[in-house]
C-alpha cells in the first residue's frame, strides 16, 4: 500500500518524497485526511533504437550527372511535342 503523506509535509519534504517514487514507491498526497493525489514513477521512455546512415548503399545508382534531363520524363511532363518550347 501506498505511504500518505499531507500537503505541509509533501511541500516541505518535496525533493526526499521524489527521491522515494524514483526509487519505486507510490506516495499519497492528503488534505485533512483525504487523498487528493498520488505520486508514482513517470513512465519512462524506451532507449532509442540506434540507426546507422547509409541502408541503400551498393542499391542505387546513377551514373549521370544531376543536371542531366530524362527524354522519358520530360515528355510526359510536356508532351512529345512541346509546342510551348519549354526548356527541358
Keep these: 500500500m501506498a505511504d500518505q503523506v499531507n500537503v505541509y509535509e509533501a511541500k516541505t519534504q518535496l525533493s526526499k518524497l521524489l527521491e522515494r517514487v524514483e526509487a519505486g514507491e507510490e506516495i499519497v498526497i492528503a488534505r485533512n485526511g483525504r487523498p487528493v493525489a498520488r505520486l508514482v514513477p513517470s513512465q519512462r521512455e524506451p532507449e532509442p533504437v540506434p540507426r ?3 541502408g541503400y548503399e551498393d542499391t542505387i545508382y546513377y551514373t549521370g ?14 508532351g512529345a ?5 519549354l526548356e527541358r
Design 65 to 78: 550527372h544531376w543536371s542531366d534531363g530524362d527524354e522519358e520524363i520530360a515528355d510526359l511532363f510536356y
Design 81 to 85: 511535342d512541346d509546342p510551348a518550347g
Design 52 to 54: 546507422s546512415l547509409g
